[in-house]
């Protein structure tokens, strides 16, 4: 099952910064955080990921805490298209019988508008 | 920008009857797995794929599931007695190597058992 918590739902103004946050309290050394959203009945997308830096794409920023048991995706400019479920995923590293497969929590409903 | 693609978009059988569903990967991925989403619930492994051979298979992938990739460019799904809880939107997705590169997923297809 997921090893992540996150709230099942948030608001955020059009133009303004969404920053979903994410509890993974119990991730080991060896796993990435990932982040996927998934747009009404779509396939999921990729966001980005991180193992213990901070890192920047052109979608958005994931901030992950020293301790790395919680993580923020922001999404520094939200637009009415960004409405969609965010997962933050803990996968761990490829090998010792993990093959990459993503298991999914329920996500944070994000609703951005107007 | 290269995408998964998946046939048909919906697929409509009776229970009982076999189906396949079509994925093509991305052309250089070498990873491959398939997900399926109930309507309302989280999206849920089923099968992960490499080197022509399943390397890890969730409890919901039971015998009457089966993967192939029959040639260089197709990665099919069959379920060969559907049920009507096998109701769901499946999704493929590819991953080029191991480590430090996201799955990408296709759109879907809806799949309904009467």
């Known amino acids: 099952d997921a090893k992540t918590t996150q709230p099942p739902s948030m608001d955020c103004a059009e133009g303004r910064a969404a920053n979903l946050p994410c509890n993974h309290s119990?991730?080991?050394?060896?796993?990435?955080v990932y982040w996927y959203r998934q747009i009404h009945s779509q396939g999921p997308q990729y966001i980005i990921h991180g193992l213990k830096n901070n890192e920047t794409n052109e979608m958005a920023s994931l901030i992950i805490t020293e301790d790395r048991k919680s993580s923020t995706l922001i999404l520094p400019h939200a637009t009415l298209r960004d409405t969609a479920v965010y997962y933050c995923?803990?996968?761990?590293?490829?090998?010792?019988?993990?093959?990459?497969?993503?298991?999914f929590g329920q996500g944070t409903t994000l609703q951005v508008k107007p | 920008e290269p995408e998964v693609t998946q046939t048909p978009s919906h697929q409509v059988t009776q229970m009982g009857q076999e189906v396949i569903l079509r994925c093509v990967p991305i052309s250089n991925h070498l990873y491959f797995y398939w997900y399926r989403q109930i309507l309302g619930q989280k999206v849920e492994f089923l099968v992960s794929f490499y080197n022509n051979e399943i390397s890890e298979k969730s409890e919901i992938f039971d015998d009457q599931f089966s993967v192939e990739r029959p040639d260089g460019s197709n990665f099919t799904l069959k379920i060969r007695s559907t049920k009507l809880e096998d109701s769901a939107m499946y999704f493929c997705?590819?991953?080029?190597?191991?480590?430090?590169?996201?799955?990408?997923f296709g759109p879907g297809t809806r799949l309904t058992v009467t």
């Open positions: 119990t991730i080991s050394g060896n796993e990435y």
């Open positions: 997705a590819s991953r080029r190597t191991r480590e430090g590169n996201e799955q990408y």
């Open positions: 995923i803990v996968r761990p590293r490829y090998g010792s019988g993990n093959t990459g497969k993503l298991i």
